[in-house]
Antibody, heavy 122, light 107 residues
Framework: EVQLLESGGHLVQPGESLRVSCVGS????????LMWFRHSPVKGLEWVSV????????YYADSVKGRFTISRDNSNNTLHLQMNSLRVEDTAIYYC???????????????WGQGTLVTVSS | AIQMTQSPSSLSASIGDTVTITCRTS??????LGWYQQKPGKAPKLLIY???TLQSGVPSRFSGSGSDTYFTLTISSLQPEDFATYYC?????????FGGGTRVDIK
């Protein structure tokens, strides 16, 4: 059974940094591109970032580009999202997800973690 | 970025009803679109991929259709567990973008 488990969500102040992580199991972690999404009551669901299976390609939403960095450690089946210069509008539940195929081109996110809450507030 | 226009934003329906949700895109995306169900406090769940292919384990009362810029999700014979929020998501190119969501409530 595929499992994704996020951790690291916390209450931080605007301008601070935070790293959230996601541990995967039940699949060949290093063969799949992985993504971060977030959900807030104000903005709904939002795609945040993607990293290729080997970690050599990444893309970001414009709203986080230059502030967030996605990375992965395939030896430890772990995905990270380093978030710097956090803003109030980054407040959301952050989910990691994998596609149903091991292709670089996405075709349906069939596995999601349970989410980790990031709150940015003074 | 490809813009997604999903409608309606909410609807009320009764058990057994058939409901249809639409999603329009600002650019043609072939059939690179999925539909997701989200319940409060839970992660999204993939229902349909490739615009019309039912994800394994999803009941057959869910169906998707469309291509290019116009897509629909139909739920036939609505069941109590179907009351949730539904989102379309294109996976044609990065950045991926969601529709604004459709909340399906009990009438």
């Amino acid at each position: 059974e595929v499992q994704l488990l996020e951790s690291g969500g916390h209450l931080v102040q605007p301008g601070e940094s935070l790293r959230v992580s996601c541990v995967g199991s039940g699949f060949t972690f290093g063969s799949f591109a992985l993504m971060w999404f977030r959900h807030s009551p104000v903005k709904g669901l939002e795609w945040v970032s993607v990293i290729s299976a080997g970690g050599d390609y990444t893309y970001y939403a414009d709203s986080v580009k230059g502030r967030f960095t996605i990375s992965r450690d395939n030896s430890n089946n772990t995905l990270h999202l380093q978030m710097n210069s956090l803003r109030v509008e980054d407040t959301a539940i952050y989910y990691c997800a994998k596609d149903r195929t091991s292709d670089w081109s996405p075709s349906g996110l069939d596995s999601w973690g349970q989410g980790t809450l990031v709150t940015v507030s003074s | 970025a490809i813009q997604m226009t999903q409608s309606p934003s909410s609807l009320s329906a009764s058990i057994g009803d058939t409901v249809t949700i639409t999603c329009r895109t600002s650019h043609g995306i072939r059939n690179d679109l999925g539909w997701y169900q989200q319940k409060p406090g839970k992660a999204p769940k993939l229902l349909i991929y490739g615009a019309s292919t039912l994800q394994s384990g999803v009941p057959s009362r869910f169906s998707g259709s469309g291509s290019d810029t116009y897509f629909t999700l139909t739920i036939s014979s609505l069941q109590p567990e179907d009351f949730a929020t539904y989102y379309c998501l294109h996976d044609f190119s990065y950045p991926l973008t969601f529709g604004g969501g459709t909340r399906v409530d009990i009438k």
